[in-house]
């Protein structure tokens, strides 16, 4: 069963900055694109970005472009987003997916594997 598993989420101030954490249990990540998606509250599920098997390529939502920064550490088994300068509108649930291959568009529908609880950020003064 493939499963991945987010974490770093939390409170923080307009400004501030998170990583968070993409680790898959049971599986190797080396095969698959991942993605960060977000959903807020009363809004649909939307790509943040995402990343191709060997990190060579990388996609940003325009809100987010400049902003964060998205990595793969396949020896860690890990995926990161790095997200500097939050914003409130950068309120959500967080959640990391993988592809079925090593390259995909950065929607939630080519991801559909491994999709776990989330972790939640919330950007408040």
């Known amino acids: 069963q493939l499963q991945l598993v987010e974490s770093g989420g939390g409170l923080v101030q307009p400004g501030g900055s998170l990583r968070l954490s993409c680790t898959a249990s049971g599986f190797a990540l080396d095969y698959f694109a991942i993605g960060w998606f977000r959903q807020a509250p009363g809004k649909e599920r939307e790509g943040v970005s995402c990343?191709?098997?060997?990190?060579?390529?990388?996609d940003y939502a325009d809100s987010v472009k400049g902003r964060f920064a998205i990595s793969r550490d396949n020896a860690k088994n890990t995926v990161y987003l790095q997200m500097n300068s939050l914003k409130p509108e950068d309120t959500a649930v967080y959640y990391c997916?993988?592809?079925?291959?090593?390259?995909?568009?950065?929607?939630?529908?080519?991801?559909?594997?491994?999709w776990g609880q989330g972790t939640q950020v919330a950007v408040s003064s």
């Open positions: 990343i191709s098997s060997a990190g060579g390529y990388t």
């Open positions: 997916a993988a592809s079925k291959g090593g390259l995909a568009k950065c929607l939630p529908e080519a991801y559909p594997r491994g």
